[in-house]
């Protein structure tokens, strides 16, 4: 079914669209709450109630061309993700010094394209809340930092450190897997 008829059918309230949009859309936006909250009964939970909030929201949609079914479904989850973080207070921003983590080579693109993509996911998972947050805000969702400091309420120097500091813990952890996965060869 197209994105366009499960929406006009969500609209409606059609219990089929609803059907479809959940089986079509739930694996990609479940991977969406995992990869903000890195908790899976966490992020069945966030799935759960963004189900509830898109089909109780229909009547705030409007097409905009094949995708934006997608863009839409996405943001609720994002948002809902990162009240999550703050409601749970697991938003807290890292007071970790860029000196406690080691500097670490950057990985090669085509070693991190040989990596597959749920152990990436993983990895990403395991960053701590709020680089993690930062990190999926900034790369994930194209959010500048003043949008992820508005988001988040922190400062724009805030958000660029976290993301700086991600990307070094990330980077550490990819090394290590690669090393892991070189030694079994």
């Known amino acids: 079914m197209r994105e366009q008829d499960i929406a006009e059918l969500?609209?409606?309230?059609?219990?089929n669209g609803q059907q479809a949009l959940y089986e079509g859309f739930a694996p990609r936006l479940l991977a969406i709450c995992l990869r903000y909250t890195g908790n899976r009964a966490a992020a069945e939970d966030l799935l759960h109630d963004g189900f509830?909030?898109?089909?109780?929201?229909?009547d705030k949609y409007s097409w905009r061309?094949?995708?934006?079914?997608?863009?839409?479904?996405?943001?609720?989850?994002?948002n809902l993700s990162?009240?999550?973080?703050?409601?749970?207070k697991l938003m807290q921003i890292s007071s970790?010094?860029?000196?406690?983590?080691?500097?670490?080579?950057?990985?090669?693109?085509?070693?991190?394209?040989?990596?597959?993509?749920?152990?990436?996911?993983q990895l990403i998972s395991e960053l701590p809340d709020g680089y993690r947050t930062v990190f999926n805000l900034y790369i994930f969702e194209n959010k500048s930092h003043g949008e992820i400091a508005r988001i988040l309420g922190i400062n724009e120097k805030s958000s660029s450190?976290?993301?700086?500091?991600?990307?070094?813990?990330?980077?550490?952890?990819?090394?290590t897997y690669i090393d892991a996965v070189n030694k079994t060869i």
């Open 65 to 78: 061309g094949e995708g934006s079914l997608r863009a839409w479904t996405s943001r609720i989850m994002v």
């Open 96 to 121: 970790v010094s860029d000196n406690d983590i080691p500097d670490e080579e950057e990985p090669k693109d085509e070693q991190v394209a040989d990596i597959p993509k749920s152990v990436l996911m």
């Open 161 to 175: 450190s976290q993301l700086s500091r991600a990307k070094k813990m990330l980077a550490g952890k990819i090394n």
């Open 82 to 88: 990162i009240e999550y973080l703050k409601k749970n």
């Open 10 to 15: 969500c609209k409606k309230r059609d219990r």
């Open 52 to 58: 509830i909030k898109i089909f109780n929201s229909f």
